[in-house]
């Protein structure tokens, strides 16, 4: 059984509007991340999030990027006004013992 | 110097070779490491994590040499269902300061097991 679960699993959008990925852990978990992967490229951190705080970003995680977990379970990455290349897998990933566990994804295309 | 460098390859192998995969990194402080694989356009799935003292699971063995910032895969035995990228994985900072957590991957290597 998969550790955690994302939705949607694709995501087409138009230039500028925003999306909400989300992610459901199976249980309780204190630390998450998001990744990204735009097709043909390595995985990159974008977000560490531990204890309902933002606790290192990358560069990429610019202000058009957020993050929340609005009900303590589910945790969510906002992309408030997307661009071409927003478009990307993004991976969100759990902790356990010292490991990171990723969920299946959601694919985002912008068009 | 890229802070995980892979080579890319792809190695094409046939069932029941051995196929090693390398792997540096740039970051000498680096605590945690790992290999993950990845089937194409899924989710990187971790295969195991690496100790300082080596270590090995099944047909899989990792080995990780600090002083020369170099992690290896060996794969005995190649199924075809090995067949996927196998990603070298970093933490740099490896549990301290505001880094824990944070990995860093390599471009992945491309494996073919082929009847």
């Known amino acids: 059984e998969p550790e955690v679960t994302q939705t949607p699993s694709h995501q087409v959008t138009q230039m500028g509007q925003e999306v909400i990925l989300r992610c459901v852990p199976i249980s309780n978990h204190l630390y998450f991340y998001w990744y990204r992967q735009i097709l043909g490229q390595k995985v990159e951190f974008l977000v560490s999030f531990y204890n309902n705080e933002i606790s290192e970003k990358s560069e990429i995680f610019d202000d058009q990027f957020s993050v929340e977990r609005p009900d303590g379970s589910n945790f969510t990455l906002k992309i408030r006004s997307t661009k071409l290349e927003d478009s990307a897998m993004y991976f969100c990933?759990?902790?356990?013992?010292?490991?990171?566990?990723f969920g299946p994804g959601t694919r985002l295309t912008v068009t | 110097r890229k802070e995980v460098e892979q080579d890319p390859g792809p190695f094409n192998v046939p069932e029941g070779a051995t196929v090693a995969f390398n792997c540096t990194y740039s970051?000498?402080?680096?605590?945690?490491f790992f290999w993950y694989r990845q089937d194409c356009r899924k989710e990187p799935k971790l295969l195991m994590s690496v100790y300082s003292s080596g270590n090995e699971d099944g047909r899989f063995t990792a080995q990780l040499n600090r002083a020369s910032q170099y992690i290896s895969l060996l794969i005995r035995d190649s199924k075809l269902s090995d067949s996927a990228t196998y990603l070298c994985?970093?933490?740099?900072?490896?549990?301290?300061?505001?880094?824990?957590?944070?990995?860093?991957f390599g471009q992945g290597t491309i494996l073919t097991v082929h009847p």
């Open positions: 994985v970093v933490n740099p900072d490896g549990g301290s300061g505001t880094s824990y957590g944070k990995l860093t």
């Open positions: 990933a759990i902790q356990r013992d010292y490991e990171q566990y």
């Open positions: 970051n000498s402080a680096s605590q945690s």
